[in-house]
């Protein structure tokens, strides 16, 4: 079965300028993670999605970030404006559940780089 | 709170030689541990989970773990190493609800395996 699509791999932009990241997750996999990693760390949790519900948002900077799963398949995770601290890696994972022994499969990831 | 720690920022193996990436992790309630792998320009990929049972776990490419609980450890061992597994290696815990629900992952351990 096909994978955790991400696009674009990779992404320049100019602060303030807003940019968007998208994933396509397993089909069939209701549950969808967005997750930020910075060079040389391990990944940390943005967003959650159950099905269309965003669940845990707790970690995600809301002042400038966004994200969304209209149809509870597709995501599209959003930074408007962009700061120089937000170049990092946005990483998507899926999940057939929430529950917690269900392994969490990861796209390739989309490095962003903010001049 | 949960956490998980990888002390050993790189290791270094001769190909052939015995492999260990060691973790240890903090959790409320029963543990689920997992161990991911990241090549360059790669997003994770699963090696290997533990969720109960016995106390070693076979993953992908000859990988398996040793779980540990009087010493909250989860150590990654790999018999004989191969150049080709010359990556970026995360430990990762998942607690209990109340805990959040959330994957924490460590700081990562780089591996490099020197023919």
Redesign the interface.
Known sequence: EAG?V?SPRYKIIEKKQPVAFWCNPISGHNTL?WYLQNL??????LIRYENEEAV?D?QLPKDRFSAERLKGVDSTLKIQPAELGDSAVY?C?STRT?E??E???????T?LLVL | AQSVAQPEDQVNVAEGNPLTVKCTYSVSGNPYLFWYVQYPNRGLQFLLKYITGDNLVKGSYGFEAEFNKSQTSFHLKKPSALVSDSALYFCAVRGTKAAGNKLTFGGGTRVLVKP
Do not use: C, K, N
Not at chain 1, 40 to 45: R, S, T, V, Y
Not at chain 1, 103 to 109: I, L, R, V
């Open positions: 955790v991400q993670y040389g760390q391990g990944p940390e949790l845990d707790s990483l994972a929430g917690f022994g392994t969490q499969y990861f796209g390739p990831g490095r």
